[in-house]
């Protein structure tokens, strides 16, 4: 990761963190380094945070400024940002978001062509420029000066496309969304209408700061309540910029990004689209996930936490199924990045063709309790690899056996290490925790 951008874009607190320098100076130089032997094309989208107009404004005038042209998505979804950039021969895509966060932080999203994240190498060219490692960038004059121009079209295309890649109508289904108060609420409803569905709604009214407050796949417990009481087939949960879908059954049962890999994993094996009959996953992903795979034959590869990671993977071996337990499950076929409706199309998919209820779709996958605790410490790299830790680690791994896991790793953002065990029972996964977290104490690592 580099000095700003880390594994998601350059995120922070609005103003604090992240400010409209830092959003003037990535637009002055991708309109720069794309428009060195064309004028470059850039689309933007943005999500329902406050400050996302005032970064959205600042990149602008960094791009026009140096002679991109611009085009508005508005309030949109990031894999809306990725299909358009790839789809409509854009030289890059930028989304304005910071995800599940509060609505006070945001980020910048970097897509490149292919409606991938963008090369880490133009990332740290960008730190260079803010930095003031790089010789200022010569500004546009006359006509070369860049223009803005509206294209909500785009996103509207996106729709038709989710639209079009459903295979039966949702009619007499009872559908409930919690859009989080952020980017789907211009469109999830208005994809399951159109199936046919009986879509029920919340959560669907941003206010700019009302954001993953209280709502949304973050807070599932909202939409479980709301799936009973309104005794609802099915539920989807989205993120603030819906790239990420937890799901709930018809029961108010919490279907996670796992039992959503399961699901749609067995389903494409079945009808022969899993490539290579594999899923990919992330090392966070539950070992109940594991053995029901091994149950049906259904091979598993395991990544880094990250999508990022997940369609690195994905794409060096043509996988067609990946994602992480959070809900960022990418459908290789269909689209470069995990999308929260998406998502939640492809699972209506299984249900209808299958003729069953997501409960019973879930039910041969037993979740193992899991238990995760972080700890700050004075230095990642000497806490994971102090010898009594590692005895520790050891220790706990060889107790569980084939019955649990125990998985410690560092932050990736933070002085933090990360203690996960996974095991029978909730106490079981308590002791362990525990048993690893008081040595790190004992040794002195801990930040006091």
């Not at 960094?62 to 789809?87: E, I, K, N």
């Not at 590692?390 to 125990?406: K, M, N, P, S, T």
């Amino acid at each position: 990761m580099g000095k700003y951008f880390g594994t998601d874009g350059f995120r922070g607190e609005a103003n604090e963190v992240l400010t409209v320098e830092h959003a003037f100076k990535v637009g002055r130089y991708l309109g720069w380094y794309y428009g060195q032997e064309h004028r470059a094309r850039v689309v933007i989208g943005k999500d329902t945070r406050r400050s996302s107009y005032m970064f959205e404004y600042s990149l602008v005038a960094g791009l026009t400024a140096s002679g991109a042209d611009v085009y508005l998505l508005h309030v949109t979804t990031t894999p809306s940002v990725s299909y358009v950039t790839r789809t409509e021969d854009f030289d890059c895509g930028i989304m304005i978001s910071a995800s599940h966060n509060p609505f006070y932080d945001n980020g910048i999203k970097i897509i490149n062509r292919k409606g991938h994240k963008m090369e880490a190498e133009v990332e740290e060219k960008i730190e260079a420029y803010i930095d003031g490692e790089i010789p200022e960038l010569p500004l546009a004059k006359k006509e070369n000066i860049g223009r803005t121009t509206d294209y909500s079209a785009g996103r509207n295309r996106y729709i038709g496309y989710l639209i079009s890649l459903a295979t039966r109508s949702f009619e007499g289904k009872r559908v409930g969304l919690d859009c989080s108060n952020g980017s789907s609420f211009m469109i999830a409803k208005s994809v399951f209408d159109a199936l046919g569905a009986k879509t029920y709604v919340i959560n669907n009214d941003p206010d700019g700061t009302n954001i993953n407050t209280n709502c949304g796949s973050t807070h599932i417990e909202v939409l479980q309540e709301f799936v009973r009481e309104k005794n609802l087939d099915v539920g989807f949960a989205y993120d603030g910029d819906a790239d990420r879908c937890i799901a709930v059954d018809e029961n108010g049962s919490v279907v996670d990004g796992d039992l959503i890999l399961y699901v749609c994993g067995k389903y494409l094996k079945e009808t022969g689209r899993l490539n290579k009959d594999t899923i990919v996953t992330t090392i966070m992903s539950n070992l109940g996930l594991y053995k029901a795979c091994d149950r049906i034959d259904m091979k598993y590869e395991k990544t880094a936490v990250g999508d990022k990671y997940v369609y690195e993977n994905m794409v060096k071996n043509n996988y067609s199924l990946g994602g992480e337990q959070s809900g960022h499950i990418i459908f290789s076929k269909h689209a470069t990045t995990g999308d929260g409706i998406l998502t939640s199309l492809m699972i209506m998919e299984v249900m209808l063709e299958k003729k069953m209820s997501l409960g019973q779709l879930v039910e041969p996958v037993k979740i193992y309790p899991q238990l995760l605790k972080n700890v700050r410490v004075v230095d990642k790299k000497t806490a994971r690899e102090n010898e009594a830790v590692c005895q520790a680690v050891d220790a706990v791994a060889e107790a569980l056996g084939d019955d649990g896991r125990i998985l410690v790793r560092e932050s990736g953002t933070e002085p933090v290490i990360r203690v996960m065990v996974e095991a029978s029972t909730d106490e079981l996964c308590e002791k362990y925790v525990d048993q690893v977290i008081d040595v790190i104490r004992a040794e002195g690592l801990v930040i006091s």
